[in-house]
């Protein structure tokens, strides 16, 4: 088999020195959950703005992501009900229910024992590796360990559905044909985001043709950059790694490469590096859930000092899913945009670095407010209602409700267009007032973008509709006997810019 697993590291601190510290970097108003370790992890979730998404969502169980990993502990209590079903395979039947080719596969796939439970199998005596039989779950706990359920710490997602996808044994190695048969079972059973916390020294054709087919069914595709760095072999220009590197030197940036920045925000020492790269998130110091079975010796069902590219993987994937979980229609290249486009800047504290840290440090907090923003700007939800006699526009998604006016008398005219050339739909009211006609603009928050008054029109001249163009609003009008409509066209001061007379008739 090709070994392709890059062991992670572990240090070990104090841990009583680490809580009061980590306790006390907690801002008073973030959203924080009541999970006793999470003490230990706020530090890494503040690092990339974790709580200020918190706010806005803590994941979706319609997301699934997919961990091609050593496999994670399904029994474990913090991630149970966080593993995904498939609801098309009756249980211990013994029969392909679905006819996928693989027999009672509820929970994902082994794909290295060839079974259906994808949760590592300790042999007592045997030789296995601690780290690699703990890797699946540490990363899976990540990505999405329950929240706020009073136990261990949490993961980036509360709520999601990790699929298990064994693909490296007890050893923390594989093969690239167990890779692609994990990475065409993620797309055919409904994956959003694929967790790839895995490299190798040689590149795989079939490997690359699989990932490629997960990208264009809108699949999000991280992978971890290695832990080269600390062999002076980090540069993944000079020394490329796979699948990190596989869509090298193509013109889409189709596969998010994973590094690895320590709490300062600086490059951790083991981490890749280059052009690989497109992201950065934490690698160092990092507490997650771990496998427990006390009949086997594994004891801590939670632990740290954990360090590796491998770990910031699955926080960008889990940024990735929480993204999703805001805006479910948007698909991997919507996803990667928003999570690239919000990153922090590097260079400053990586000098030596400039240009191979990718677009910077992930900053989930403003990726997940990117994302409700577009989704509010495209479904542009409004609706009005009366409270007495008040008249109110309401932006459910935005939580922002507006004032028109009273209901009495009052004619409105409802219309949306970019008026402003921002690439996202203004909304524009006209009503009547007391004296006159009003004119508000509002952004796609409910902001207000413009308001004014009409000028005075002639008494024979109603309003009979209104209109957002670049830069301008327009105002149609009709003569109350029908025989001529006129357009007038203002800026968003209320100025009027010109006029415009359609004769309707002789």
Request: with cysteine.
């Amino acid at each position: 088999m090709s070994g392709f697993y890059s062991k992670t590291l572990k240090i070990s601190i104090p841990a009583a020195l680490a809580a009061i510290f980590l306790f006390l970097a907690l801002p008073a108003e973030a959203k924080e959950p009541n999970d006793p370790n999470y003490a230990l992890q706020s530090a890494m979730w503040r690092q990339i703005n974790a709580p200020a998404a918190w706010d806005v969502s803590t994941g979706s169980d319609e997301v699934i992501v997919a961990m091609i990993d050593t496999g994670p502990d399904t029994k474990h209590p913090d991630l149970a009900a966080n593993i995904w079903v498939n609801t098309d395979e009756i249980p211990g039947n013994d029969r392909d229910d679905d006819n996928n080719g693989y027999v009672d596969d509820v929970n994902g796939w082994n794909f290295v024992e060839n079974n259906n439970n994808p949760r590592p199998k300790i042999v007592l005596g045997s030789d296995d590796d601690e780290e690699a039989v703990n890797h699946g779950t540490l990363v899976a706990g990540l990505v999405g360990a329950l929240g706020d359920n009073g136990r261990n710490g949490v993961g980036l997602n509360w709520k999601i559905k990790i699929m298990p996808l064994r693909a490296m044994n007890n050893l923390g190695s594989g093969s690239y044909g167990d890779i692609v048969k994990a990475i065409n079972y993620a797309i055919a059973n409904g994956a959003s985001v694929i967790s790839l916390s895995v490299v190798g020294e040689n590149t795989d054709a079939e490997v690359k043709v699989a990932l490629r087919r997960a990208y264009d069914k809108g699949i999000v595709v991280v992978a971890a950059a290695g832990n080269e760095g600390k062999n002076d072999e980090g540069d993944l220009d000079s020394f490329p790694l796979y699948p990190i590197c596989l869509d090298r030197g193509d013109k889409e940036n189709w596969l998010l490469g994973a590094t690895a920045v320590d709490a300062t925000d600086r490059l951790a020492s083991f981490a890749g590096y280059g052009s690989c790269v497109d992201l950065a998130a934490p690698g160092k110091n990092i507490f997650s859930i771990q496998y427990s079975d006390p009949f086997t010796g594994y004891l801590d069902d939670f632990g740290g000092g954990w360090q590796g590219t491998s770990f910031a993987a699955p926080i960008i994937a889990g940024a990735a899913a929480l993204v999703k979980s805001v805006n479910p229609e948007w698909q991997a290249p919507e996803i990667i945009k928003a999570l690239l486009s919000t990153a922090d800047d590097l260079e400053p504290l990586n000098p030596f670095f400039v240009g191979r840290l990718g677009y910077g440090r992930l900053n989930v907090g403003r990726a997940v407010e990117k994302a409700l923003a577009e989704k509010i700007a495209r479904e542009n939800v409004h609706q009005f209602y009366f409270s007495g006699s008040r008249v109110y526009l309401d932006y459910p998604l935005a939580k922002k409700t507006v004032y028109l006016g009273d209901a009495g008398g009052l004619i409105s005219f409802l219309s949306k267009g970019d008026v402003n050339a921002d690439g996202r739909d203004e909304v524009a009211v006209l009503s009547r007032l007391k004296s006159g006609y009003g004119i508000v603009v509002l952004t796609d928050n409910g902001q207000t973008l413009a308001e004014f008054v009409l000028p005075r029109l002639a008494p024979r001249f109603v309003p009979s509709g209104i209109q957002l163009a670049d830069n301008e609003i327009k105002v149609m009008t009709k003569e109350k006997n029908k025989k001529q409509v006129v357009s007038y066209y203002f800026d968003l001061s209320g100025q009027a810019i010109s006029h415009f007379v359609i004769p309707s008739g002789p």
